[in-house]
């Protein structure tokens, strides 16, 4: 198992402490091109393994075996199946009489323990990018149990609920919204160019504690 960190602004951590975001979506930097010999499908090269990956060995049904967790870990930046992410945020250590506590803008102030007294205002916080976070400071872990490639709009409706956008007993055409957001943190032409993307999909590691030395 190995770990390794992902980034997510304040709309998605709420979303997965409220345990609606279970899938991530994340642009390919090596874009699929199409195969010569294997009609109809697509490969990408792999700088770490040095090698050629398809991507129908990504495809749902047709994945990697047990025993290629190790090299399917290497192709994709996020890990395999069973690896952990472990999330960064924007942060800050609140100091003064509480050394040991660490805020989170998110959820802020709501996520303090009641014990706390005098909370600051959060205009009056020094946070921290979510970039700087160190592992001892993030308080969100996710196992990974799913690694496929797709297309951008290829999503489905179901999948636009697991991204955080609402519940999947609901008709309410959550893809336009999806879209919306996307072209919010990427720009409209990102969404135009349909790209590639890894779509991970994650469920929440409970009482993960971290060491500070």
């Not at 994709?76 to 003064?96: H, I, K, N, Q, Y």
């Not at 409706?157 to 956008?165: F, I, K, M, R, S």
């Amino acid at each position: 198992m190995k770990e390794r960190a992902i980034i997510f602004n304040a709309e998605m951590v709420r979303a997965v402490l409220d345990g609606r975001k279970t899938q991530t979506r994340r642009i390919m930097k090596n874009q699929p091109m199409p195969h010569e010999t294997r009609e109809g499908d697509f490969y990408f090269r792999c700088n770490k393994t040095r090698s050629m990956i398809y991507v129908s060995d990504f495809t749902p049904g047709n994945g990697p075996l047990p025993d290629a967790h190790e090299y399917f870990s290497m192709c994709c930046p996020f890990g395999a199946v069973g690896d952990r992410l472990w999330v960064r945020e924007t942060w800050a250590e609140a100091g003064g009489n509480a050394p040991e506590l660490q805020l989170y803008r998110a959820n802020y102030p709501a996520h303090v323990p009641s014990h706390y007294e005098n909370v600051p205002p959060v205009e009056s916080i020094r946070w921290r990018p979510s970039i700087h976070m160190p592992r001892w400071a993030s308080r969100i872990t996710l196992e990974i149990t799913g690694v496929r490639v797709e297309r951008l709009q290829d999503i489905s409706e179901a999948d636009c609920a697991a991204e955080g956008l609402g519940s999947p007993f609901l008709r309410d055409y959550k893809k336009p919204k999806f879209a919306a957001l996307w072209q919010s943190i990427f720009g409209e032409e990102s969404w135009q160019a349909n790209p590639w993307v890894w779509v991970i999909e994650f469920k929440r590691v409970e009482g993960v504690h971290v060491q500070t030395s």
